[in-house]
């Protein structure tokens, strides 16, 4: 039968991820046996939860993987990526279910140390890999993985949601920051206008003032106007100016004849 590399180089190295996921599964689960405290434990537990959901994840992607190459398989290559994804989700299941049976005994001894009901609730609860069928054990752990999917997916929704939130209130920023520009350069032009207006009030001050100059010379020269036409009236007889005493008129020009010789 053909090895994994000779069908895909792909589903040779999801394989071998997945292998590397096991031992180190494998490794996870013996150190917790041998640790006695119940933080460290859980912290543990946490570890090997992470690393099984990566292992999850990389069994469907070997299985989607194979799904596409079924057309140009032949059935015994197809047959035996079947019994390899099912050998892989009953060695995770095993861990699953060791991974539950570690949990319920850490809370079992939460639950002694602090004297609280419940007591061998873990027990009811758990069924332990020793006493469950295999058909059992993955059925737990797709359980499991279903409901690990769910909680992706939620978290998934709320991440999405976060981002239009942020998507809205950096537009609605945006917006606000362009009417905010708008308004400064609308303030800007009234600055401008009413500089402006200035000017031309001072302007028309002074255009005002010196119409008022013009009006008031023109006045006194209709003052005066009026006043030798008053004099002209009063006094008709006014003497001719040759007839002062003292006065002497111009001598006639004199016009030079010439003759030629």
Same mark, same amino acid.
């Given at each position: 039968?053909?090895?994994?590399?000779? *069908?895909?180089?792909?589903?040779?190295? *999801?394989?071998?991820?997945?292998?590397?996921?096991?031992?180190?599964?494998?490794?996870?689960? %013996?150190?917790?046996?041998?640790?006695?405290?119940?933080?460290?434990?859980?912290? %543990?537990?946490?570890?090997? !939860?992470?690393?099984? =959901?990566?292992?999850?994840?990389? *069994?469907?992607?070997?299985?989607?993987?194979?799904?596409?190459?079924?057309?140009?398989?032949?059935?015994? !290559?197809?047959? +035996?990526?079947?019994?390899?994804?099912?050998?892989?989700?009953?060695?995770?299941?095993?861990?699953?279910?060791?991974?539950?049976?570690?949990?319920?005994?850490?809370? !079992?001894? =939460?639950?002694?140390?602090?004297?609280?009901?419940?007591?061998?609730?873990?027990?009811?609860?758990?069924?332990?890999?020793?006493? +469950?069928?295999?058909?059992?054990?993955?059925?737990?752990?797709?359980?499991?993985?279903?409901?690990?999917?769910?909680? *992706?997916?939620?978290?998934?929704?709320?991440?999405?949601?976060?981002?239009?939130?942020?998507?809205?209130?950096?537009?609605?920023?945006? /917006?606000?920051?362009?009417? +905010?520009?708008?308004?400064?350069?609308?303030?800007?032009?009234?600055?401008?206008?009413?500089?402006?207006?200035?000017?031309?009030?001072?302007?028309?001050?002074?255009?005002?003032?010196?119409?008022?100059?013009? +009006? /008031?010379?023109?006045?006194?020269?209709?003052?005066?106007?009026?006043?030798?036409?008053?004099?002209?009236?009063?006094?008709?007889?006014?003497?001719?100016?040759?007839?002062?005493?003292?006065?002497?008129?111009? /001598?006639?020009? =004199?016009?030079?004849?010439?003759?030629?010789?």
């Amino acid at each position: 039968m053909a090895s994994l590399s000779a *069908i895909s180089e792909e589903l040779a190295e *999801i394989d071998g991820q997945i292998a590397d996921i096991f031992r180190a599964l494998s490794n996870g689960f %013996q150190k917790l046996e041998k640790m006695k405290d119940s933080n460290r434990q859980s912290r %543990q537990l946490e570890e090997l !939860t992470g690393k099984m =959901r990566e292992c999850k994840r990389l *069994i469907k992607e070997f299985d989607r993987e194979a799904k596409d190459m079924e057309y140009q398989n032949d059935p015994d !290559t197809n047959k +035996m990526l079947n019994d390899k994804k099912q050998s892989m989700v009953k060695e995770l299941n095993s861990y699953v279910a060791l991974k539950k049976q570690y949990a319920s005994n850490l809370e !079992t001894k =939460r639950v002694d140390l602090f004297d609280g009901p419940g007591e061998g609730l873990g027990e009811e609860n758990v069924l332990l890999a020793s006493s +469950m069928t295999n058909q059992q054990l993955m059925d737990k752990g797709n359980h499991m993985m279903d409901e690990t999917d769910q909680a *992706i997916e939620r978290s998934k929704k709320v991440v999405h949601d976060t981002v239009n939130v942020g998507t809205e209130t950096a537009a609605a920023l945006k /917006a606000q920051t362009e009417q +905010m520009s708008r308004i400064v350069n609308e303030l800007d032009s009234i600055h401008f206008s009413i500089k402006k207006a200035s000017q031309l009030v001072k302007e028309i001050g002074r255009q005002v003032a010196t119409d008022r100059c013009i +009006m /008031a010379f023109l006045f006194l020269i209709v003052i005066g106007v009026i006043a030798i036409i008053i004099v002209k009236l009063v006094n008709p007889h006014n003497k001719d100016i040759r007839d002062i005493p003292g006065f002497a008129p111009p /001598a006639p020009s =004199r016009k030079l004849l010439w003759s030629p010789n």
